[in-house]
């Protein structure tokens, strides 16, 4: 089984809510993924965690929060989002971050902020 | 850093023709090449992979290969159906910057049928 799932599959927000987006592997992977993608463009890496600990940060702004409390889990907090915040995030896992190590993507939850 | 290319942007053909997509990359230490196929509305789905040791794999319908040398690598299709409409992302991964992937910009396949 090669799932990742993503709750919710839809969000839509305003600028001044706080809301979380999560997701689930069961597959024992130890590195997970958040990635960014607008509309007809590739994903754009946020955030890496591996072994449940944050080791990389693509540079994201503070009004993203990413969190991992467990090798299976994974959130993304969001406030005090902008409008051109609004995307689609996918979160992804591999087994390790090792060199070639095959990424499961989940399907996503489309944010919208008005 | 690693920098991908990916042709064409957009390729429609007919059912049951063969379909080539194009990706140059420019790190030589690169090693590992996913592709992956996005539906609409889906998160993107590994179809293939290759490994820089390996110059040609093959899974039924869906082939890839890689000159190593020229640095591209290509993804084939052959008897294409409607349910292959999707968009394409090719992938790179430099040795050493083990965690992160570098896609191309994507191809959009149409399969008229």
Same mark, same amino acid.
């Given at each position: 089984?090669t /799932?990742v799932?993503?709750t919710?599959?839809?969000l839509v927000m305003?600028?001044?809510n706080?809301?979380s987006?999560?997701?689930?592997?069961?597959?024992?992977?130890?590195?997970?993924?958040?990635?960014?993608?607008?509309?007809?463009?590739?994903?754009?890496?946020?955030?890496?965690y591996?072994y449940?600990k944050l080791s990389i940060?693509e540079?994201v702004p503070?009004?993203?929060?990413? /969190?991992c409390?467990n090798s299976?889990?994974?959130n993304?907090?969001?406030h005090a989002?902008?409008?051109e915040?609004?995307a689609?995030?996918?979160?992804?896992s591999?087994?390790?971050?090792s /060199?070639?190590e095959?990424?499961y993507?989940?399907?996503g939850?489309?944010?919208?902020?008005? | 850093?690693?920098?991908v290319e990916?042709h064409?942007?957009?390729?429609?053909?007919q059912?049951g023709d063969s379909?080539?997509? #194009?990706?140059?990359?420019s790190?030589?230490a690169?090693?590992?090449?996913?592709w992956?196929k996005?539906?609409?509305g889906?998160?993107?789905q590994?179809?293939?992979?290759?490994?820089?040791?390996?110059?040609?794999? #093959?899974?039924?319908?869906?082939?890839?290969t890689l000159?190593?040398t020229?640095?591209h690598?290509?993804?084939h299709?052959?008897?294409?159906?409607p349910?292959?409409?999707a968009?394409y992302?090719?992938?790179?991964?430099?040795?050493g910057?083990a965690?992160?992937l570098?896609?191309g910009?994507?191809t959009?396949?149409t399969v008229l049928?």
């Amino acid at each position: 089984d090669t /799932e990742v799932t993503q709750t919710p599959k839809h969000l839509v927000m305003g600028m001044t809510n706080k809301k979380s987006l999560k997701c689930e592997q069961h597959m024992g992977h130890r590195a997970m993924y958040w990635y960014k993608q607008k509309a007809k463009k590739p994903p754009e890496l946020m955030f890496v965690y591996s072994y449940e600990k944050l080791s990389i940060n693509e540079s994201v702004p503070s009004r993203f929060s990413p /969190e991992c409390p467990n090798s299976s889990l994974l959130n993304l907090h969001l406030h005090a989002l902008q409008p051109e915040d609004s995307a689609l995030y996918l979160c992804a896992s591999s087994p390790r971050t090792s /060199e070639g190590e095959t990424q499961y993507f989940g399907p996503g939850t489309r944010l919208l902020v008005l | 850093g690693e920098n991908v290319e990916q042709h064409p942007s957009t390729l429609s053909v007919q059912e049951g023709d063969s379909a080539v997509i #194009k990706c140059t990359y420019s790190d030589s230490a690169s090693n590992y090449f996913p592709w992956y196929k996005q539906e609409l509305g889906k998160g993107p789905q590994l179809i293939i992979d290759i490994r820089s040791n390996v110059g040609e794999k #093959k899974d039924q319908r869906i082939a890839v290969t890689l000159n190593k040398t020229a640095k591209h690598f290509s993804l084939h299709i052959t008897e294409t159906q409607p349910e292959d409409s999707a968009v394409y992302f090719c992938a790179a991964r430099a040795r050493g910057s083990a965690r992160q992937l570098t896609f191309g910009s994507g191809t959009q396949l149409t399969v008229l049928p």
